[in-house]
């Protein structure tokens, strides 16, 4: 079988959701999700001069809300408007949360089967104009009757306060780990430490002003636990999860090149990365976040390493109590775990934060010169998804 290479990943700042109430538009409000998505195939291209735009055969793209700007197939959205020509495909998926991650992970194992040999493969997710759930037709379900009869289907801050209950979490634990998400983020931020994953993004504010965007916007240096616990707890009576414990609503996406061997070869590549094992677990879709941890548990088999082996990783924080219980349960380090921060400072636009942290973890495991890096996520629904990658010296 072929090798299959990561060759570069980029994304978008994460901008914030409006807050009419407020008077505040988020930076990304007034921009399409698919000019979002062609500005990093561009940015692509313009970063890898010896890629030919014709050599590009398909974009593998993820969406979770495929309503309204996001509607039509946006991976051939995506191709039709950038820079690619219109012999490259393209295809849009969905695993939820974990959909970026699964389009790198198809990405490679169609490289590695001969049936590409370059390809383009992320997500992306426009919060403000496709808000979760937002168009649900609540009289014409896309669930029958039958899962509700077989499954206790809650929603995912219920559940969020389950794994909280059944992982024996108390609430100092996860204000902590949510705090620390912000001051990471804001200290990786000042450092710079993203900014060769970001590509800045040019927008028009509400008076009509041209800024640019080039760091994620939500992040809040001065979130104490003394002010998050002040915060209402709206999925459980007395419970532990409240907003600041959840990953905020962003619009972004994330990008990445993926080559055979011989596409290296041929147009001078240097690889970046590749992957030894991805892994998807599913668990009962009620408590539905605890995925992450038979799925670190079966990709750590796949790839003949234990967490001894892994010295950096990135786990989504969908809530902090699903990386709490995941760390508690495989007796993680948090040292290893998130050190620029994460979803609850700097946020989760569904489709594309799979790619996101691809990028994330291999630009720091670059500065640490690491070797195995891992990406775990919890999806809807009770799916997960798991990536072990080896990062190669360039």
């Known amino acids: 079988m072929r090798e299959a290479f990561l060759i570069d990943v980029v994304r978008t700042p994460r901008g914030r959701r409006s807050r009419p109430k407020n008077d505040f538009v988020g930076e990304f409000a007034n921009i399409h999700p698919a000019t979002l998505g062609a500005t990093l195939v561009n940015a692509l291209l313009e970063r890898n001069p010896n890629l030919p735009p014709e050599k590009v055969e398909d974009v593998f793209y993820s969406t979770v809300m ?129 900014k060769n994953e970001i590509i800045p993004i040019p927008y028009k504010d509400k008076d009509g002003n041209e800024q640019v965007l080039d760091y994620d916007s939500n992040i809040r240096p001065d979130t104490t636990a003394e002010k998050i616990t002040k915060l209402s707890r709206p999925f459980k009576e007395n419970g532990l999860i409240h907003a600041a414990a959840a990953s905020a609503i962003v619009d972004g996406c994330s990008l990445g090149i993926w080559a055979s061997d011989a596409a290296c070869k041929e147009y001078g590549f240097k690889p970046w990365a590749k992957i030894l094992a991805s892994a998807n677990a599913g668990v009962a879709p009620d408590i539905m976040l605890d995925g992450v941890i038979p799925g670190t548990e079966l990709a750590l088999k796949r790839a003949g390493l234990t967490m001894d082996d892994i010295e950096l990783i990135e786990i989504n924080e969908a809530f902090a109590s699903v990386p709490i219980a995941w760390m508690k349960t495989l007796n993680i380090p948090i040292e290893k775990v998130n050190v620029n921060g994460g979803a609850i400072a700097m946020g989760h636009p569904l489709g594309g934060t799979g790619g996101i942290l691809i990028a994330t973890l291999l630009n720091e495991m670059d500065r640490q010169d690491m070797k195995y890096g891992m990406i775990t996520m919890c999806a809807a629904y009770g799916q997960s998804g798991t990536m072990i990658v080896e990062r190669l010296p360039r």
Request: charged share 20%; hydrophobic share 40%.
């Open 66 to 194: 495929a309503e309204k700007e996001q509607a039509a197939n946006m991976g051939r959205t995506v191709v039709l408007s950038s820079n690619l020509p219109v012999t490259t495909s393209g295809i849009t998926m969905n695993r939820a949360c974990s959909g970026a991650l699964q389009a790198s992970a198809f990405a490679s194992a169609s490289i590695r089967v001969g049936d590409y040999d370059i390809l383009m493969a992320g997500g992306g997710e426009h919060m403000n104009m496709c808000p979760i759930d937002g168009d649900m037709d609540f009289e014409h379900l896309p669930f029958p009757a039958e899962m509700f009869e077989k499954h206790n289907m809650v929603t995912q801050g219920q559940s969020a306060e389950m794994i909280a209950e059944k992982y024996d979490l108390n609430q100092e634990e996860i204000d902590e780990f949510s705090v620390r998400s912000h001051q990471l983020a804001h200290d990786a931020t000042e450092a710079g430490k993203f």
